[in-house]
């Protein structure tokens, strides 16, 4: 809800105020979740007695979106449900479906890696282009899409930015797994979002390679030889024994659990290792560009 200081009207938001929170259609998951949230919306406002204009009214909203959102057609911000629930005297049952909700605001590809990534006990990761996901700050994050064109929207960045740090949970995770990680030397000096926001990011690297089932090394920028030319590698290995693995390099970056073209991952993977800085010498080389940044 916003309010003009000059003419004191209040304006209720509209569909224009916010931007990037439609359902996407081929998520199925998403889509139920929300058409559930709205139904339960539409039942207890109904139950109350109260109309989709007096209760738009109440919380902020027009009615528009507010038929929209219970027609499971928007995505509810959290916000939104905290105050449905008070308005509609709920007792926590509508603020209690912020969490599914809040999964849903994440892209259908993010939700699914960040479920391989929380089983996985191993994880061998290289990203030629930029600091990988699982190692970047909000900071970092925002400023890495922000550089996207045609650009995203600024709901967009937030959510997107919202999703890579949701995966970070993966170093919260009891037991541990193993983290190998590439990065390359020029990912660590290009400044994406300022000077500050690179500090950070050093620092956060930094933090991240004195974890004991973390290993973290640097490709220099003065090597004659690299393996890793082709593209990323991410492989995934689970407790079962079972693995997958994804690169642009391999069947269009689609993910494989081939054990031929796994393989091929591994090697390739194990090349770039033994051709990059030992995680020592990379941890002092970080300290080194911390200290020029």
Do not use: C
């Not at 509209?14 to 081929?26: H, K, L, N, Y």
């Not at 983290?179 to 690297?205: A, D, I, K, N």
Request: proline share 5%.
């Amino acid at each position: 809800m916003s309010v003009d200081s000059e003419a004191g009207v209040r304006r209720l938001k509209s569909e224009a105020d916010e931007p990037g929170w439609e359902v996407d259609p081929d998520d199925d998951w998403g889509v139920a979740v929300v058409a559930t949230v709205g139904r339960q919306l539409r039942l207890r406002r109904e139950a109350v007695g109260m109309r989709a204009a007096d209760f738009g009214e109440a919380v902020g909203y027009g009615e528009d979106m507010v038929y929209k959102i219970e027609g499971g057609k928007r995505i509810p911000r959290p916000e939104f449900l905290d105050k449905a629930d008070e308005v509609l005297d709920a007792g926590g049952l509508i603020a209690a479906m912020k969490e599914d909700v809040r999964k849903v605001r994440y892209p259908k590809k993010v939700r699914d890696l960040a479920k391989l990534e929380a089983m996985a006990v191993e994880l061998q990761l290289y990203d030629p282009l930029n600091i990988h996901g699982l190692l970047q700050t909000p900071e970092y994050a925002r400023g890495l899409l922000l550089m996207r064109r045609p650009a995203y929207t600024q709901d967009e960045v937030e959510r997107m930015a919202a999703g890579r740090m949701a995966r970070k949970s993966v170093f919260e995770r009891d037991p541990a797994p193993e983290l190998s990680f590439v990065l390359e030397e020029w990912t660590l000096r290009r400044p994406l979002g300022g000077r500050t926001s690179l500090r950070r990011q050093l620092e956060h690297l930094l933090e991240v390679a004195h974890m004991r089932n973390v290993e973290l090394q640097v490709m220099p920028m003065d090597r004659e030889e690299h393996a890793g030319l082709a593209g990323g590698i991410e492989v995934l290995k689970f407790g079962d024994g079972s693995a997958v693995g994804r690169s642009p390099a391999v069947v269009s970056g689609r993910p494989v659990t081939e054990p031929r073209q796994l393989r091929i991952l591994e090697l390739r993977y194990g090349i770039i290792r033994a051709q990059a800085l030992t995680p020592r010498e990379s941890t002092a080389l970080i300290e080194q560009l911390l200290g020029e940044t």
